[in-house]
C-alpha cells in the first residue's frame, strides 16, 4: 500500500518540524486521519479511563498522550504511518497483561491499544484459528468450544493473545505441542513503513521463525493463525498440601517432571504462596484429553492433600478455575529464572520466600500483599515440540541438552503504591538472593522467559547468539530505520 498523506496531517507534520509540543503533533494528526475517526481517545474522556482500567497491574496503567483503539489491519496501517511520520514515542498493549511499568501502556506517548481488535475465526477445512491479538484466551476457547477444538493458549482466561504468543506462551498443550508461538501458522504483521505482511513457512519466512519469541519487536501483529488440538478436554484443578509435606511434594513433582514422556498430555505445576493468612503450597496437575488420575500423576495422587478442586471438563470451562479472582488494579510485578530440577534447587527457593515475605510482612505490617512463587518445568518434549514445527528465539535447544528444568517465577501483588514502595525493594532482593544461591549451589541456568520478565532481567541476552543474530537480521531487514527499537518505549528491546 502506498503512503498518501493528508493535506491537515501534512501541515501538522511541518508544524512538528518547526519544533511544536510532539504531544499535540501526535495527537492531533492521529485524530485529523479520517480512517482513525472515533478511534482516538483523549484524557478525560470516558473511553480513555475505561481503557485505563483494562491493566492487569496499576504499574502498568500510564496515562498517554492518547491512545489508538485500531479495530482493523487499516487502522493500524494508518497509525504507524503517522508515528513513523511524526516522530512520536509508543508503547503497545494487547491484553494489558504485563505488569512492570512500561511494559504495555507509555507516558510520555500514545499507547497503540488493540483491545478491540479482539475477534477469532475458525477454518473447519484447514483447522486453523484466527485470532486478533487484543482477543483474551477465555473468549478463544468459547469460541473454539463448538468445533470440539481447543487453542494452545494460557492457563488463565483473561491474558491477552497479543503478548503471550509474540513471548512465547506456556500452555496446557506444552508437552504435546509447543509454546504457543510454535503452533503459529502464519503472522499477519504490519511494519514500520505502513506495508503490511504475511509471515510463514512459505512467505517471510524468517520474520516467520523470529516473530515467534520477539515480542513488539518487528512490527505490530495483527492477526495470528494457529493450528487447533482436537478435542476440548481438560482434566485438572488445584491440590493442596499440609506444609509439612513440602518435601514429599518436591519429589513428587521432580520425579513426575523428569519421567515426562514425548508429547505428554500430563503437566504439573508446583505453587507456592503467601499472605496474611500464612504460607500454603498447592500442585496444578493437568491432562489435556481429560483423562483422570493419569498413571503419571502417581506419585502426587499417593500424597495426602488437604482439599483439591481437580475435575474434568471442556477447557473453556476449567481455565476460568484457575483466573480465580485475577483483580485488575493492583500493583503487580512478575520475576523469572532458572535452575536445575533438583530438590536442592527447589528447596533453595522455598526457603528464601520463607525468609522474605516474613521480612516483606515485617516491614509493612498493614499492608494486604501475596507473593506467588511457581514452580514448572521446560522439558525436552515441550522444546522438540518447538523444533518440530518450524523453531522458535527462546533458545532453550542449549537449556534442555541435559534434561529437563526448572522455571521459576516470583509474583509480588501488593494493595497501594505507599506499600509497594516499601515491599518491591524487598522483594528484588529476593530474586537476586535465589539466582545467588543457585549460582552458589551449582543449580543457577542462565535463561529468563520474556513473558515473566521484569524490566531489568533482559530476557533476549539469554536466548543465545545465534537466535540474538537472527533478531537482529530481521529488524534490519524488515524495520530499516529501528522504529520499533527507537520509538516503541514499552515492553523488551533486541
Ligand atoms: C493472570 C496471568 C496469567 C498468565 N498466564 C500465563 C501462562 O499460562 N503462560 C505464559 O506463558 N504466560 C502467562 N502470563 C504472562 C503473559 O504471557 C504476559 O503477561 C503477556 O505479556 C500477556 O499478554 P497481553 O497481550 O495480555 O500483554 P500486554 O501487556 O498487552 O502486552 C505485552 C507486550 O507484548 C507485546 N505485544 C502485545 N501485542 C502485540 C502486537 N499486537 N504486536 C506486537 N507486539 C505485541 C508488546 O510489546 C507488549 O509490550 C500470565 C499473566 C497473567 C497476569
Ligand atoms: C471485544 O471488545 C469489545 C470492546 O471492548 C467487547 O465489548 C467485546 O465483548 C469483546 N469481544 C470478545 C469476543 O471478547
Ligand atoms: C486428594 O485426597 C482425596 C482424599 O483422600 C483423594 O481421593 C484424591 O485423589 C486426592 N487428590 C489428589 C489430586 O491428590
Ligand atoms: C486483600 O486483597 C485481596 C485481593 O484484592 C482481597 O480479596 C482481600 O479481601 C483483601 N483482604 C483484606 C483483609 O483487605
Given at each position: 500500500m502506498k503512503f498518501s498523506a493528508a493535506a491537515s496531517f501534512a501541515t501538522l507534520a511541518a508544524t512538528a518540524i518547526a519544533g511544536q509540543d510532539p504531544h499535540r503533533v501526535c495527537c492531533e494528526a492521529l485524530g485529523a486521519e479520517k480512517q482513525l475517526r472515533g478511534k482516538v481517545l483523549l484524557p478525560g474522556s470516558v473511553g480513555y479511563d475505561a481503557q485505563l482500567n483494562t491493566y492487569y497491574s496499576a504499574n502498568a496503567a500510564l496515562h498517554a498522550w492518547c491512545m489508538v483503539m485500531p479495530e482493523s489491519t487499516k487502522d493500524v496501517q494508518a497509525t504507524v504511518k503517522i508515528l513513523t511520520k511524526n516522530q512520536c514515542p509508543f508503547g503497545i498493549k494487547a491484553g494489558g497483561h504485563s505488569a512492570f511499568k512500561g511494559s504495555s501502556g507509555i507516558a510520555k506517548g500514545v499507547t497503540v491499544d488493540f483491545g478491540h481488535l479482539n475477534s477469532t475465526s475458525y477454518n473447519p477445512d484447514t483447522g486453523i484459528v484466527s485470532i486478533q491479538p487484543g482477543a483474551r484466551w477465555g473468549s478463544v476457547y468459547e469460541f473454539l468450544n463448538p468445533y470440539g477444538v481447543a487453542a494452545v493458549g494460557a492457563r488463565t482466561s483473561v491474558v491477552g493473545v497479543g503478548g503471550f504468543t509474540t513471548g512465547g506462551g506456556y500452555t496446557f498443550h506444552s508437552n504435546s505441542h509447543?509454546?504457543?508461538?510454535?503452533?503459529?501458522?502464519n503472522w499477519e504483521i504490519v511494519l514500520a513503513d505502513g506495508s503490511v505482511v504475511n509471515a510463514n513457512s512459505n512467505n517471510n519466512a524468517d520474520l516467520w521463525k523470529a516473530q515467534k519469541g520477539a515480542s513488539g519487536n518487528l512490527g505490530f501483529v495483527t492477526r495470528i493463525d494457529q493450528e487447533t488440538v482436537k478435542g476440548t478436554l481438560l482434566w485438572g484443578g488445584f491440590t493442596s498440601y499440609e506444609l509439612s509435606e513440602r518435601d514429599n511434594v518436591f519429589v513428587a513433582y521432580l520425579d513426575f517432571v523428569e519421567k515426562t514422556e514425548e508429547n505428554s498430555p500430563d503437566q504439573a505445576i508446583v505453587a507456592l504462596y503467601y499472605d496474611f493468612t500464612g504460607f500454603s503450597i498447592r500442585s496444578i496437575l493437568t491432562n489435556n484429553m481429560g483423562v483422570a488420575n493419569a498413571p503419571a500423576f502417581d506419585g502426587f495422587l499417593a500424597l495426602s492433600n488437604t482439599s483439591s478442586t481437580v475435575t474434568s471438563g471442556p477447557i473453556s470451562e476449567i481455565i476460568p478455575q484457575f483466573t480465580g479472582p485475577t483483580p485488575l488494579g493492583l500493583y503487580a510485578n512478575w520475576f523469572t529464572g532458572m535452575a536445575t530440577n533438583t530438590l536442592e534447587a527447589l528447596t533453595i527457593i522455598d526457603d528464601l520466600h520463607h525468609k522474605y515475605a516474613t521480612m516483606m510482612q515485617a516491614a509493612a505490617p498493614n499492608s494486604n500483599f501475596s507473593t506467588l512463587v511457581e514452580l514448572q518445568p521446560v522439558t525436552n518434549s515441550m522444546v522438540d515440540n518447538s523444533v518440530k514445527r518450524g523453531g522458535n528465539i527462546l533458545g532453550l535447544e542449549r537449556v534442555v541438552k541435559d534434561g529437563p528444568v526448572l522455571m521459576w517465577l516470583v509474583s509480588l501483588t501488593v494493595d497501594t503504591e505507599e506499600n509497594q514502595k516499601v515491599i518491591l525493594p524487598i522483594a528484588r532482593e529476593f530474586v537476586d538472593a535465589i539466582n545467588k544461591a543457585e549460582k552458589k549451589a551449582g543449580h543457577w541456568i542462565d535463561w529468563v522467559y520474556l513473558n515473566y520478565a521484569w524490566k531489568d532481567e533482559k530476557p533476549f541476552s539469554h536466548y543465545g547468539k545465534d537466535n540474538i543474530k537472527l533478531l537482529h537480521t530481521v529488524s534490519k531487514k524488515y524495520d530499516h530505520n529501528g522504529v520499533f527499537q527507537?520509538?516503541?518505549?514499552?515492553g523488551f528491546k533486541l
Open positions: 509447543g509454546f504457543s508461538c510454535d503452533v503459529v501458522t527507537k520509538l516503541r518505549q514499552t
